[in-house]
């Protein structure tokens, strides 16, 4: 695919080129996610060897090219990653690039030129922003040098939370860089929203082998249904995250949904009962239906304890046994669940009605355990990604005090630091150790070892438990 440039003398005839002077046209290279320090920051790790076959210099803009093109930032890849022929780059540029992990693109050195105009409209209407020239410098401040292409998805952080925005229009046309001098327009209406999370891999702190495994369990039938065929057997219909609260169980089914580029339903598990009879089942019918018609699709069922628990247990109008037996019937419907991928979530698996469990159905349980030391340190380089500290900031010191803290409790940690900081001062541009070493005695720890011990225990358990039957105690 690599072709090579010609060498024209002045007077227009071909001269013989040197090999230090042949210079490919575009290289193709493997997809792999990004590192913690390089995300949302617009730029992509490649090897140095091909940054002079493409005569890309460090900091030069390139274009990758998947299902759609994007334009990004050219940097050395890290040492380890030398010889490997892949390019790292962040959940952004993959969804503007319309290509997962894995995928394979072209990358080639592009012409760029200085953006006159850049108009951007916020990419969910759940966002409301009212826009005044502060607020339009503060844009502009964030995506000084930052390449651009019309299409592309943009990340701004705002009260420390990131932003999408999309780019509607730039002046002039094509590949553009802004500088200072660029005027950033922010249009009121919201751009045109998909039912795709917008949550990437970069935004989950740790758990490499939880998302390999759903990578392999998920993503991949939903991108590549074909290599199933070939070898004649069905994917996984379902998956069950169990594991503490807070730990990041919703995230990582968002997040494989945008990587795979499914839509998403998600359905909280007490949303699906109601008072009148047969409405939680036809909601369980109208939820399948959906999937099947917006094909691929995930349909994440959050809190499953609490519409599939245990038949036969409790004294009810058993409202939850028909929506059990509602959820079997999709499950093992005759008309097949093609490209429609089952995650559940629960933090009480024993509370699960076991049926649910047999292969065939939910027959992947997956533990998502509670944060690492390594993990932690993720999770707090992703919370304070945005954050501006202060030098004396340790995150390694930070990851090593959060023993016991789950990955919702350090964002409630991060967030607190910096509210601290702004109560102490209203101008505070900085977030110090001081300052987090408050944060530490308003957010405690929720993970104990006695709750962990009994997540590690249940897995070896489910596969021999028998159905629970209702026994009237002996009073």
């Known amino acids: 695919m690599s072709s090579i440039t010609d060498n024209p003398s002045s007077d227009g005839s071909e001269q013989p080129v040197t090999p230090q002077q042949r210079v490919k046209k575009e290289v193709v290279l493997r997809v792999a996610e990004a590192k913690q320090k390089d995300a949302t920051r617009g730029k992509v790790r490649i090897d140095l060897n091909v940054m002079k076959d493409l005569g890309i210099e460090v900091g030069d803009v390139i274009e990758i090219v998947g299902k759609k093109p994007t334009v990004a930032v050219g940097w050395p890849s890290y040492p380890d990653d030398e010889g490997k022929g892949i390019i790292r780059m962040d959940g952004v540029i993959r969804r503007n690039a319309g290509v997962s992990i ?28 009212s826009s005044d020239s502060n607020f339009t410098s503060y844009v502009l401040k964030r995506l000084v040098d930052y390449p651009l292409l019309e299409g592309d998805n943009v990340l701004i952080p705002i009260l420390g939370q990131s932003v999408p925005f999309v780019v509607v229009q730039t002046k002039p046309a094509g590949p553009v860089v802004v500088r200072d001098t660029t005027k950033v327009v922010i249009l009121e209406r919201p751009a045109e ?154 933090n009480r698996p024993d509370l699960v009605d076991s049926a649910l469990l047999r292969p065939g159905r939910f027959d992947r349980v997956i533990y998502v355990p509670p944060p690492d030391r390594k993990a932690r340190l993720e999770i707090l380089k992703v919370h304070t990604r945005n954050v501006p500290l202060a030098s004396d900031v340790n995150l390694e010191k930070l990851a090593e005090l ?49 709750m962990i011990k009994f997540y590690e225990e249940w897995v070896s358990k489910i596969r021999q438990r028998l159905p629970k039957y209702h026994i009237t105690p002996n009073l």
């Open 402 to 450: 959060t023993e016991g803290y789950s990955g919702a409790d350090i964002e409630a940690l991060v967030r607190e630091a910096a509210l601290i900081a702004l109560r102490q001062d209203i101008n505070a541009s900085l977030v110090t150790l001081n300052h987090f070493m408050d944060a530490f005695q308003n957010i405690q720890p929720s993970l104990a070892k006695q």
């Open 102 to 129: 894995g995928d394979k693109v072209i990358i080639r050195k592009v012409d760029t030129k200085e953006a006159l105009i850049v108009k951007l409209a916020v990419a969910s209407p759940s966002y409301s922003i």
């Open 193 to 346: 929203f998909a039912k795709v999370p917008r949550v990437t891999y970069e935004d989950i702190g740790g758990m490499r082998h939880v998302i390999e495994r759903m990578r392999e369990l998920v993503e991949l039938p939903l991108k590549y249904p074909e290599l199933f065929k070939r070898l004649g057997i069905e994917p996984p219909k379902g998956v069950l995250l169990y594991g503490p609260p807070g730990c990041g169980k919703t995230l990582l089914a968002k997040a494989v949904a945008n990587e795979s580029g499914a839509n998403f339903i998600a359905i909280k598990g007490p949303e699906i009962l109601s008072k009148w009879v047969g409405e939680s089942e036809r909601a369980i019918r109208e939820i399948f239906r959906k999937a099947r018609i917006y094909a691929p699709s995930v349909v994440f069922l959050d809190e499953i304890d609490s519409i599939a628990p245990t038949r036969g247990v409790f004294e009810d109008t058993h409202v939850t046994e028909r929506v059990v037996s509602q959820l079997l019937t999709e499950l093992d419907s005759i008309e097949k669940l093609r490209n429609v991928a089952v995650i559940a979530a629960t």
